[in-house]
């Protein structure tokens, strides 16, 4: 009971700095004229300061710090995870007011994978339930395709209004319990603080928007659900379709609109409309309700997982 309580208490505290943190950085944003402008391939009418992903880096780096001092983390246990949100934070802020090249941002990308597969492990087989695909000769390749592919599909899905934050923040608290439930507290205390800070971020991303997470925001959420998958998939022996079910929305858009795009011919990996949830959701004022869709579609099956996986 104690745990829970503090817990809770650990939860609003981060929510609320993510809350007060947003706001002062938005008020830099627009001293700076840090806006994502509105274009015909975007989701929005107005410019809007794109500057929320930093504090939601800010806020998760700096918790996992202070767990590290208190003894609850290692920093070998650490390292990746405060790799990945300064990397992806720091370049997707320097891409959100300045813009980089898709070849540097993918470079980036590439190196982040690498590190996180190296220290993660890589994806060794694919237990279909009736039928198990070993890859022993290509784990760290897939691996290395995965966390990429994480990043950018997480970056392609932040397109509506709440649609990433609402995304992270229900899947980093089922994360959180699967890892409390298997006996990983430290990973299970970092997706804890995850949840927080979109909680927080959420505020400011609801129709109508006042602050977007950016690509800081949005690719860092990327590669850490990357980390969630592969540690499960490796530290406790969890099959990856579990992890990637939670994820199933995101998936199935991100792939299906993509391959569609690469056989018209087209440059796939540029910004468009063609996403299912950017079809379903036209204009802002749909936002709310195709976010709610989805969120309630993960929420189901999020549910539905964890029931299969802990049923006794």
């Known amino acids: 009971m104690q745990s829970i309580v503090v817990s809770i208490a650990g939860f609003s505290v981060l929510m609320l700095l993510t809350l007060v943190l947003t706001g002062w950085l938005r008020n830099i944003s627009i001293r700076n004229n840090w806006f994502d402008w509105p274009t015909h391939r975007g989701s929005h009418d107005d410019p809007i300061p794109n500057i929320g992903g930093i504090a939601m880096a800010i806020v998760v780096f700096s918790t996992i710090i202070i767990h590290v001092l208190l003894g609850n983390l290692t920093f070998i246990q650490a390292f990746v995870w405060l790799f990945v949100v300064s990397v992806l934070g720091i370049v997707g802020f320097m891409d959100d007011i300045n813009g980089l090249s898709t070849r ?121 659900f990357a980390i969630v998958c592969l540690k499960l998939h490796n530290n406790v022996q969890l099959p990856i379709i579990f992890p990637a079910l939670i994820f199933t929305w995101f998936l199935l858009d991100t792939s299906v609109t993509l391959t569609k795009r690469f056989f018209k011919g087209e440059k796939f990996w540029q910004a468009h409309r063609q996403h299912f949830y950017q079809k379903l959701a036209p204009t802002p004022k749909d936002h709310i309700k195709v976010t709610g869709m989805i969120s309630l579609l993960t929420l189901i099956i999020s549910l539905i997982i964890t029931v299969v996986l802990f049923k006794q």
């Open 104 to 224: 540097l941002r993918i470079s980036v990308h590439m190196i982040v994978g690498v590190v996180v597969v190296y220290v993660c492990g890589g994806i060794n087989q694919l237990d279909l339930g009736f039928k198990i695909f070993e890859f022993e000769y290509i784990s760290f390749l897939l691996g290395l395709i995965w966390v990429v592919g994480f990043i950018n599909m997480y970056n392609f899905m932040d397109g509506i209004n709440g649609l990433a934050g609402s995304q992270a923040l229900i899947s980093a608290l089922i994360f959180a319990l699967w890892f409390h439930q298997f006996g990983q507290t430290g990973e299970s205390m970092i997706l804890l603080s995850i949840a927080a800070v979109s909680a927080g971020f959420l505020y400011w991303n609801v129709t109508p928007a006042r602050v977007f997470m950016g690509d800081s925001g949005s690719t860092m959420l990327g590669g850490l």
